[in-house]
């Protein structure tokens, strides 16, 4: 449809139900019924239509608006049942086929204030939060998810490409929530248990945790290697400062943070499943951490195309809601006049 023609008519050119026409013809099926009490035939009575159309108690003048506007009214109802849409022209979405999930430790230890976000020290949570957001808003074509794992682990957003959401979420995790201690194992098996819910041609995990495994059902090589065996690649970081500068009454001194960080395992976690170990002592080692991340799983891919999608059909059934009132209210008015003569 030209889309001149297509904005005058309140901006449609398909339509979803073409075979919703075929009503039109009903209410000349409805006057070819047998009238009830006629020969004792069975009749059909549609009262709102028999109320609608009689003109018989209305004045010569009034008959002929009130069924024009019945006719366009009927016409009008017939045309949003047919559900007119307009459909945009056609839009390429990359798609690339990799399920990524992020494994983030929000564990007691992750409140340590190490690190130093905009001239400030922030917590080691509320860093990753500020560059795992940029990262995953980045990955158009991915679907990602998102795990939150301390004493427990839980799936905070499914799989989806529904990046606002999965953005939100990273950014209304709270320390503590899922417990004051650390479940990599656990972490590591839902992540599993998730994908092979789904079939994807590529699937990546991110696990970041400042500690160790402390607690949990799954042994956290035991879950690599089924990972490695399912083709997980899996890639760790660790985060938190070595050091940390204390400043008190008695002057300053330095404080080791990251005594629990257990590298060796996250580096074999990494080796097991084909993906590489990454150090974070700062916020900047995390953006350049995130940086290496998209190089190493690229965003290319084929597009897929898709056309939006907009439904028009108030439109007329606006325009006939308001015929039907202005019948009903000619009626009224029409019967008025005749009582009074």
Do not use: C
Request: no cysteine; glycine share 8%.
């Amino acid at each position: 449809m030209d889309s001149g023609l297509s904005w005058l008519l309140f901006g449609w050119n398909e339509f979803a139900w073409p075979w919703a026409f075929a009503a039109v013809l009903l209410p000349l099926l409805v006057r070819l019924l047998p009238k009830a009490g006629q020969s004792g035939a069975a009749a059909l009575r549609v009262p709102f239509y028999a109320a609608v159309v009689s003109s018989r108690q209305l004045s010569g003048t009034a008959r002929w608006p009130v069924r024009l506007l019945v006719i366009f009214a009927w016409l009008l109802l017939v045309l949003a049942a047919a559900r007119p849409q307009h459909v945009g022209e056609q839009v390429e979405l990359p798609v690339s086929g990799r399920d990524l999930l992020m494994a983030m430790d929000i564990s007691g230890s992750m409140r340590q204030d190490d690190m130093v976000f905009q001239g400030r020290r922030v917590t080691r949570l509320s860093a990753v939060k500020a560059v795992a957001g940029e990262f995953l808003s980045r990955r158009v074509g991915d679907r990602l998810g998102l795990i939150l794992f301390g004493t427990q682990a839980y799936l905070q957003t499914p799989l989806t490409f529904d990046r606002e959401t999965i953005l939100t979420l990273l950014d209304e995790a709270q320390i503590g929530l899922a417990g004051q201690e650390t479940a990599i194992g656990d972490a590591m098996g839902l992540a599993l248990k998730h994908l092979q819910q789904v079939d994807s041609e590529q699937r990546v995990l991110i696990l970041l945790t400042d500690g160790a495994n402390t607690t949990g059902s799954v042994e956290p090589l035991e879950a690599a290697r089924l990972a490695a065996s399912e083709g997980l690649t899996v890639y760790t970081i660790g985060i938190g400062a070595d050091q940390q500068q204390l400043n008190s009454l008695f002057g300053s001194r330095l404080r080791n943070t990251l005594a629990d960080l257990d590298e060796p395992t996250l580096q074999e976690i990494a080796a097991l499943t084909g993906g590489q170990y990454f150090r974070a002592r700062s916020l900047a080692d995390l953006q350049s951490i995130y940086a290496r991340l998209d190089s190493l799983e690229p965003v290319t891919s084929e597009p897929e195309v898709f056309r939006p999608v907009s439904e028009r059909y108030y439109w007329p059934l606006g325009i006939a809601l308001i015929l039907v009132i202005s019948v009903m209210l000619l009626q009224v008015r029409g019967k008025g006049v005749g009582d009074a003569g």
